[in-house]
């Protein structure tokens, strides 16, 4: 019988439903002792785990510290169904999440009821509009959506401190944080957004089939969070380390003129380079020159964003 007693199992009864040894053992007809026994094999201890039930404990976290559930699961040793259970139990997912900011009232699901009383649905900043245009730019997709719903726009990065500021910046526009498991070591953060005409309107760069950047003024806001997510700071190494930026955009294959207008910079400060790889793929990629690469700090901010202190000189 003692076999049947999994860690899983004698988790879940001993510290999830907070059972006491006895009715544990009760529950599986095997003596206390021996509960008692598998407890400590597994390194299964209530002191350690008591956590996540302290409410206080959850709120400085999760709310304060701005730590994932799944870093908040990692520091306790347990699964982040865990944590996100006891944060909606002592609801400590911030109510403003489901509050409407116009009748400020709570509901389940806030996109319904923006659906249904669109003046409802919150208008995004001028610099909200830019973030997600740079990161269209780069690392943020729009998808199709079954059932005529409306488009998502979404962007995936291994960088949470970024991510945690986006979330910041759109707060009720967008969902929580999601945790994928894309690589060994390695975690990717996921956010989505909540459905908005302006991401119907983004939509339209896929008109072609592909994505296209549509001919725009690139503010220095645009540029900035294009730049974390397709560019690159190339140190060198030897007496000479002034860097430069190099930026990818092989989506734009093609359309060297409409670059070089969008750019805020003068032709000598950069060239782009076009390449077709040996299995046919195109690729194109603007390489700042040395001088050309201070403008560009300039020009964009000399502050870096979060999480991507590396991409600035200078940066770690």
Not at 102 to 119: D, Q
Not at 271 to 295: L, Q
């Amino acid at each position: 019988m003692t076999e049947k007693i999994t860690k899983d199992w004698l988790f879940e009864k001993y510290i999830e439903e907070d059972k006491t040894q006895a009715e544990v053992s009760e529950l599986i007809d095997l003596s206390r002792s021996t509960i008692s026994t598998k407890l400590q094999k597994y390194n299964i201890d209530k002191k350690k785990y008591k956590k996540y039930n302290d409410k206080q404990w959850l709120n400085q976290k999760y709310n304060k510290e701005e730590l994932t559930q799944k870093e908040i699961a990692n520091i306790l040793g347990v699964n982040p169904s865990v944590i996100s259970k006891h944060l909606k139990k002592n609801g400590l997912i911030e109510r403003e999440e489901n509050v409407c900011p116009e009748c400020e009232n709570e509901y389940l699901n806030i996109s319904r009821h923006w659906a249904s009383y669109e003046s409802h649905r919150p208008e995004y900043t001028e610099k909200q509009k830019q973030v997600m245009i740079g990161l269209l730019m780069s690392d943020g997709w729009i998808s199709d959506r079954a059932d005529g719903r409306k488009n998502r726009f979404q962007c995936e990065m291994v960088t949470l401190e970024y991510i945690k500021y986006l979330k910041r910046l759109f707060g009720i526009l967008c969902n929580n944080i999601t945790e994928i498991d894309k690589e060994k070591n390695q975690d990717v953060y996921r956010l989505s957004w909540k459905p908005h005409g302006f991401i119907d309107e983004l939509a339209n760069w896929y008109s072609s089939g592909r994505k296209v950047w549509p001919h725009m003024e690139l503010t220095p806001t645009i540029l900035k969070n294009y730049y974390v997510g397709d560019g690159y700071l190339l140190e060198r190494g030897g007496n000479y380390t002034r860097p430069n930026v190099k930026l990818g955009m092989a989506n734009e294959y093609g359309n060297e003129l409409k670059i070089k207008d969008m750019f805020p910079f003068s032709n000598d400060d950069y060239t782009i380079d076009k390449r077709v790889t040996s299995k046919g793929y195109t690729n194109m990629e603007i390489r700042f020159t040395v001088d050309g690469t201070e403008k560009f700090f300039e020009y964009i901010g000399e502050d870096p964003l979060p999480g991507f202190e590396y991409k600035w000189p200078g940066g770690s």
